[in-house]
């Protein structure tokens, strides 16, 4: 047999074990590095629009503290599937795509959260002027810029919010909000 025809057998024997186990580590590497980059989208998702609605709180503190009454809206867009946050003065900014966003009412019986979407579509909040607190949940601004607050069908008190919860599939942030002293923290 010729050396030219043994050199061809040689190469039609397909890849050594060592060769089938370094492209099975890459592959290895690069389907991890595909997941990690998956999850730490949905994460910077859900913490851009977390420091996004915390920003809106800030500046909407500010106006009512120094200025008057001014307001919140996380608000659901039917036909943008998308949701906003706005403030009295009509800035608004869209939340990232994706972004499911819901609530929890204070010393509510059920641990059950409100989702902001289609049927129920925007949550408004605001600060008090006298002492800097959450003021209730606001349900309508009458035509001269006074609040009218939601409150409990029986006992007619009012309903205020500690929880905004942002999630972007596995991957939730919570704004706790502390309606006493209008002080807030993203976990």
Do not use: W
């Not at 979407?117 to 810029?145: C, H, Q, W, Y």
């Amino acid at each position: 047999m010729s050396d030219k025809l043994k050199r061809q057998q040689l190469n039609n024997q397909g890849f050594s074990l060592v060769e089938l186990i370094v492209i099975m580590i890459i592959v290895v590497i690069l389907a991890t590095a595909v997941v990690v980059a998956f999850v730490n989208s949905e994460d910077q998702k859900t913490k851009s629009s977390a420091t996004l609605v915390s920003k809106y709180l800030d500046n909407v503190m500010n106006y009512s503290m120094t200025k008057g009454n001014a307001y919140l809206t996380l608000e659901y867009d039917d036909d943008s599937g998308r949701y906003y946050v706005k403030d009295s003065e009509n800035h608004s900014e869209k939340l990232s795509p994706a972004i499911e966003v819901s609530y929890h009412i204070e010393n509510s019986e059920n641990e059950n959260v409100i989702a902001i979407d289609e049927e129920n579509d925007k949550l408004m909040l605001s600060f008090s002027r006298t002492n800097g607190s959450f003021t209730p949940i606001i349900k309508s601004v009458n035509a001269d810029g006074t609040f009218v607050y939601e409150t409990t069908g029986d006992s007619n008190s009012n309903v205020y919010v500690d929880k905004i919860y942002i999630k972007c599939n596995d991957s939730t942030k919570v704004i706790h909000l502390y309606t006493k002293t209008g002080v807030y923290e993203i976990e």
